[in-house]
């Protein structure tokens, strides 16, 4: 919302599915483009977020039944989410899921472990 009072942006919608108010919650859980990445995920077979689960619950539920290594990927691909968005409204390019987790995979073990 702050780059709709920057006029930055025209519209309050979420840029990367035009469905809704882009809040913390939707861009990250209820966002359609959100939900692709998460179901393409190869080590949240166990774990799901559920709907209307709010961001901040979310991530303290996860980071109680993840592993540490898998909660540190999911943080990562939350950032990947976060500049998809970015790319989206500063470079208009078109937002992209495929390669998401492995390149979150490949960020962790290079910069976190």
């Known amino acids: 919302m702050k780059l709709f009072e920057r006029k930055v ?15 913390c919650d939707h861009l990250f859980l209820e966002c359609s483009f959100a939900q692709a990445v998460w179901l393409q995920s190869p080590l949240l077979n166990d ?12 991530m303290n539920a996860a980071l109680q039944k ?5 909660f540190d990927t999911l ?3 939350c950032w990947m989410i976060w500049k998809c968005k ?8 078109a937002p992209s899921y495929h390669g998401l987790w492995n390149r979150a995979d490949l960020y962790r073990t290079k910069f976190v472990e």
Do not use: G, Q, W
Request: include cysteine; aromatic fraction near 16%.
């Open 86 to 93: 970015n790319r989206v409204v500063f470079n208009n390019i």
């Open 66 to 70: 993840l592993s540490t290594t898998v």
């Open 75 to 77: 943080y990562i691909a």
């Open 9 to 23: 942006l025209h519209s309050f919608s979420c840029v990367l599915c035009n469905e809704e108010a882009e809040t």
């Open 47 to 58: 774990y799901r977020f559920y709907p209307k689960m709010k961001f901040i619950d979310a």
